[in-house]
Structure formats: C-alpha cells, structure tokens
T-cell receptor, first 110, second 113 residues
Framework: AQSVTQLGSHVSVSEGALVLLRCNYSSSVPPYLFWYVQYPNQGLQLLLKYTSAATLVKGINGFEAEFKKSETSFHLTKPSAHMSDAAEYFC????????FGQGTELSVKP | EAGVTQFPSHSVIEKGQTVTLRCDPISGHDNLYWYRRVMGKEIKFLLHFVKESKQDESGMPNNRFLAERTGGTYSTLKVQPAELEDSGVYFCASSLQPNYGYTFGSGTRLTVV
C-alpha cells in the first residue's frame, strides 16, 4: 500500500527565510508525487508534481521539490518565504486514487 | 474555463437531519471524485465516478452516505441521517483522465451539531 507522511503539522518561518516542508512516502512501485496548497477559504491547488522525469521539480510561486528515492522523500522548499505563502500544504502520492498526508500549516512571521 | 464548483460552501445541520452536497465538475471531465477531511485528519478518498458509474466507492464510510451522478454531469452526496462525526470539509475534484490531473473545488464545510 502507498502512503505519505508529513513531518510537522505546523511550521513557522520569518518572511524572507527558507521554507522547508517535509514529506516521506512509501510505495512499492515508482510513485507519482504531488504537493497541493490550500489557502484560507479556497480549494486545493496543485503546486507541483513528480512523474518520474526530472528529480528536481519546479512548481508555481517559487516552490520546488526534490525526489530522493534513497531517502523516500519529496520535501518542498522555497528559498524566501512571503507573507502570502501562509497556507496549509499537502503532500500526496498517486496510488490509483490520491493518498494525502496529514497536512502542514505554514505560518509566515513579518 | 470554469472550475469545479461546489455548494453550499458551508452547511450547519443538526444531528439526524439530511444534507445534500453538490458538485459541478469541469465540463467534459468524465471523472469525478469525492474526498473528505475530518478535523485534524488527512484528506481521504470517498469515491470515484466515471461518467454516471461508480468506479470505486471503497472510501464511503457507511450506508448513510449516498452519492449519485445522474447523466454523468453534476454529482450529489447525501448524508442521511447526519452524525456528529460527519463534520468536516468535503472536496470534489474532476479530471479528464482517470486518477490524473485533478482539479479540486473549494469544498463544502459541513458542521453537524
């Protein structure tokens, strides 16, 4: 069975600091991996996806994620946080249907 | 292109009442999915329609939940009778291809009191 685990339900960073949201996956087959973001009172928006092409995936709003098979990780990063990045972020793996992690709420301090 | 539309955006009902959630997918998307997030937990799959047929309903929690997609267009999810543990956010998504390229709606926040 496939699963994802997001480390840290809440992450707080200062504006301009590095954003690092952690995701580890479990999959018996090469996985398709995704990061979604949910801004307050909005739906889930796709940030980026890994589908077995380049291991470094660039997404929207300056986010990127690196697929590391040896570490079974797909961590999300952004070099410099903006206030507008405050949201909840979800890692997901495609196992037929999408299987989500528990979510990480990112807050950005001025 | 219009996105996936869900309504109502919020619903507060009493335990034992019935609630019907609606989802309008992107026009032409044969695949429609329902997901749910109970407070503090992960987003979980409920079911998948291909056109009007239920492709996978393995995530439906119990027989109080009934999903329909008449004519393969919009879908409804009825909860009858609602229980306190049904509170959460219900998301709908649609896609052209099965299990790929999802577009999610804004969700319906259901509160059962």
């Amino acid at each position: 069975a496939q699963s994802v685990t997001q480390l840290g339900s809440h992450v707080s960073v200062s504006e301009g600091a590095l954003v690092l949201l952690r995701c580890n996956y479990s999959s018996s087959v090469p996985p398709y991996l995704f990061w979604y973001v949910q801004y307050p009172n909005q739906g889930l928006q796709l940030l980026l996806k890994y589908t077995s092409a380049a291991t470094l995936v660039k997404g929207i709003n300056g986010f990127e994620a690196e697929f590391k098979k040896s570490e079974t990780s797909f961590h999300l990063t952004k070099p410099s946080a903006h206030m507008s990045d405050a949201a909840e972020y979800f890692c997901a793996v495609q196992g037929g249907k999408l299987i989500f992690g528990q979510g990480t709420e990112l807050s950005v301090k001025p | 292109e219009a996105g996936v539309t869900q309504f109502p955006s919020h619903s507060v009902i009493e335990k034992g009442q019935t609630v019907t959630l609606r989802c309008d997918p992107i026009s032409g998307h044969d695949n429609l999915y329902w997901y749910r997030r109970v407070m503090g937990k992960e987003i979980k799959f409920l079911l998948h329609f291909v056109k009007e047929s239920k492709q996978d309903e393995s995530g439906m929690p119990n027989n109080r939940f009934l999903a329909e997609r008449t004519g393969g267009t919009y879908s409804t999810l009825k909860v009858q009778p609602a229980e306190l543990e049904d509170s959460g956010v219900y998301f709908c998504a649609s896609s052209l291809q099965p299990n790929y390229g999802y577009t999610f709606g804004s969700g319906t926040r259901l509160t059962v009191v």
